[in-house]
């Protein structure tokens, strides 16, 4: 009784802030730029000023190239290259001349984004250089991008755009409301404002082991001291409980709420990878040289040496027949390389854009209408998927030491293969879970499955574990279990009602709180 007590008071105001921004997080996650307003404010690619080679662009870059986009700086074509694995780090280099790009000084950054959102030239006003985080840059795949010009749009919103020095465009746009809830939210829930402190791990994991210890300590005490039969009396009343005022509200509130509080707070312990078992399982080499992204971004290595300059030019003229190129990304799959090519989005596509993490703008794959050119052949024509069989041959390469035991065509999300809550893991990239799929199981000691994605020559591993995972974190954290995420409101209805019910389990404690602490701040006077 002694432990929950103090556990209570040192983390109970934390556990409030959990339920408080946990139910923002459910909606709104950190403030970003999204893919779609990134590719709308593009310039058209002007092919016909490509006079170098993506070959010979690469050899001009620092480190290995990982992976690259061919789109526009201004009025000249630019490839974007980036080297390292993960998030790696972006270099621009001038595809009419070869030269790397140098940086944006302050006045160039503000002349670019006068250029990239003219609605707003007159009125925008440079707003400073930060050379490290502020609070909402903390993701480290942002850090690659610094230093960065703050450029404020000045408009009813307050919006700000962060411009990166280094890879000339905006990596980031927040406003007013977005700012707010951001913070209220993601930033609160994950304490995020400490990320780049070397204790923020520390700070978490602490937190989240006390408050599971905590919990588990109330759950017990809760029982014990629960009478079945009224044997307490208060004012002449008989009661099951033995106290009184707002400590029965939470005695009660507690017994209630018991089972959601545990499961929580021990999904809340394994979303830290502290947990022995629970943890994403890795990729194999061979399911990222076929086509599989790990969740840290690493995928398949591209060869550039063949990659010519009649190649780019080619496969931006065979999309042109479709729709306006705004960019290209290169990509790998089956160890053949592709230029991808996303539609730009019309303005009511623009206003429903969702995005899946806050580097949404940074993935290669987003669910958007796209096309696919053979970089070694692009006569060959466009296409917006590739073949069952590709995918098939491709996932058997994938696994060489195991045999498929079963391929379903899903037309339908299954219980794995879905787009979950945005709000989780926002720092991290995500893949698509476009239809329809393959899911191809194999008799490894692993279980594997692997799910196929035609649209992008995807991989998406699960093993047995991770099967395990999803329904110990995503699905006891947020609840998005299918029966119920496929059904909102009534989703939405069941988990806000849950997290308030949790909220005054915790909520109850803070004003004897209070005076617990005050009866020992006199006596300790005295």
């Known amino acids: 009784m002694f432990t929950h007590r103090w556990m209570g008071i040192v983390i109970g105001l934390m556990f409030v802030a959990w339920v408080v921004s946990g139910i923002v997080l459910l909606y709104v996650g950190l403030p970003h730029l999204t893919a779609g307003e990134r590719l709308a404010r593009l310039s058209p690619l002007a092919v016909e000023a490509i006079r170098v080679s993506p070959a010979e662009a690469a050899r001009s870059v620092d480190g290995e190239p990982f992976r690259m986009r061919v789109s526009m700086q201004g009025d000249r074509p630019v490839y974007r290259i980036n080297t ?43 707003a400073g250089l930060i050379t490290g985080p502020d609070l909402f840059t903390h993701s480290p795949a942002l850090q690659t991008h610094m230093p960065m010009h703050r450029i404020a749009l000045n408009d009813a919103a307050r919006t700000v755009y ?53 919990c588990v300590l109330g759950v017990v005490l809760g029982i014990v001291r629960f009478a079945l039969t009224p044997r307490f009396r208060h004012r002449g009343k008989d009661s099951r409980s033995p106290y009184t005022g707002l400590m029965k509200w939470h005695h009660y509130a507690g017994l209630i709420f018991s089972l959601l ?12 990878n502290v947990v022995p078992g629970i943890r994403e399982t890795l990729y194999t080499p061979e399911q990222i040289a076929v086509g599989a992204r790990s969740v840290q971004g690493e995928g398949p290595r591209i060869d550039f040496a063949p990659l010519s ?34 539609r730009e989005p019309t303005p009511d596509e623009l206003a429903a854009w969702r995005s899946k993490s806050v580097l949404d703008f940074l993935t290669a794959t987003l669910e958007h209408e796209h096309r696919l050119v053979a970089a070694a052949n692009p006569p060959a024509g466009a296409f917006e998927r590739f073949s069952d069989e590709a995918m098939l041959e491709a996932a058997r390469r994938a696994m060489p030491a195991a045999n498929a035991i079963s391929v379903t065509r899903l037309d339908d999300h299954d219980a794995y293969y879905y787009d979950g ?15 329809p799929a393959l899911r191809v199981e194999f008799d490894d000691s692993r279980g594997t499955w692997l799910y196929l994605t035609p649209s992008h020559g995807q991989i998406l591993k699960l093993e047995s574990l991770d099967r395990a995972n999803r329904w110990g974190y995503y699905g006891l954290h947020g609840l998005d279990f299918a029966f119920l995420l496929q059904r909102r409101p009534l989703w939405d209805i069941v988990v806000v009602a849950l997290l308030l019910g949790v909220g005054v389990v915790s909520a109850t404690t803070l004003l004897p709180m209070v005076r617990r602490l005050k009866r020992h701040a006199l006596r300790l006077l005295r």
């Not at 509080?261 to 830290?272: D, E, K, P, Q, Y």
């Not at 306006?324 to 160890?335: C, M, Q, T, Y």
């Open 261 to 272: 509080v545990l499961t929580w707070a021990f999904s809340g312990v394994a979303s830290l």
């Open 309 to 342: 300059l009649e190649g780019v030019q080619g496969a931006a003229a065979t999309i042109a027949d479709e729709f306006p190129v705004k960019e290209l990304e290169l990509i790998s799959f089956a160890g053949e390389s592709y230029y991808l090519a996303y």
């Open 84 to 126: 390292g694995r993960v998030f790696g780090r972006w270099t621009l280099v001038y595809a009419d001349t070869g030269e790397v790009f140098d940086g944006f000084d302050a006045n160039e950054a503000l002349e670019w984004l006068r250029g990239s959102v003219p609605e707003a030239a007159t009125a925008m006003s440079y």
């Open 421 to 435: 809550l945005t709000s989780f893991d926002l720092g991290l990239p995500k893949p698509v879970k476009t239809l």
């Open 162 to 214: 962060y411009v990166s020095v280094n890879t000339g465009e905006a990596v980031m746009k927040t406003d007013r409301a977005t700012r707010v809830l951001g913070f209220g939210g993601y930033l609160l829930h994950t304490l995020f404002f400490f990320r780049q402190e070397a204790w923020w791990s520390g700070l978490l994991k602490t937190l989240s082991w006390s408050a599971l210890v905590m």
